[in-house]
């Protein structure tokens, strides 16, 4: 079974930067071909929202909001990602979701979810 784990949380004032870690486990004979892998942040009280994705290994996109200030890259390992935050605002606490999206040996699309990681943007 495919799971996330996620690492690199933590409290940063204004204007810092934190790394978040994705790395997928049990893929070996699970995953047929990757879709897409990324990040995605819930403010408090709000919805889930897309921060960051990769897809089909190459194409990377961001949010408006962090469109200069973040980065998402693949790691050294095979399926995991890399979120760099810069330039950390308030407005980007909240808790940080890996998500994986990938066809399995039936051809059928599969997505997970990490268990999440704090970021809290504080003075």
């Known amino acids: 079974q495919v799971q996330l784990l996620e690492s690199g949380g933590g409290f940063v004032q204004p204007g810092g930067s934190l790394s978040l870690s994705c790395a997928a486990s049990g893929t070996s004979g699970s995953v047929f071909s990757t879709t897409a892998m990324g990040w995605y942040h819930q403010a408090p009280g709000k919805d889930r929202e897309l921060v960051a994705v990769i897809v089909s290994r190459t194409i990377r996109k961001y949010a408006d909001s962090v469109e200069g200030r973040f980065t998402i890259s693949r790691g050294d390992a095979e399926n995991t990602i890399v979120l760099q935050m810069n330039a950390l605002k308030s407005e980007d606490t909240g808790v940080y979701y890996c998500?994986?999206?990938?066809?399995?040996?039936?051809?059928?699309?599969?997505?997970?979810w990490g268990q999440g990681t704090l970021v809290t943007v504080s003075s």
């Open positions: 998500n994986f999206k990938y066809y399995d040996n039936g051809r059928e699309l599969v997505e997970v």
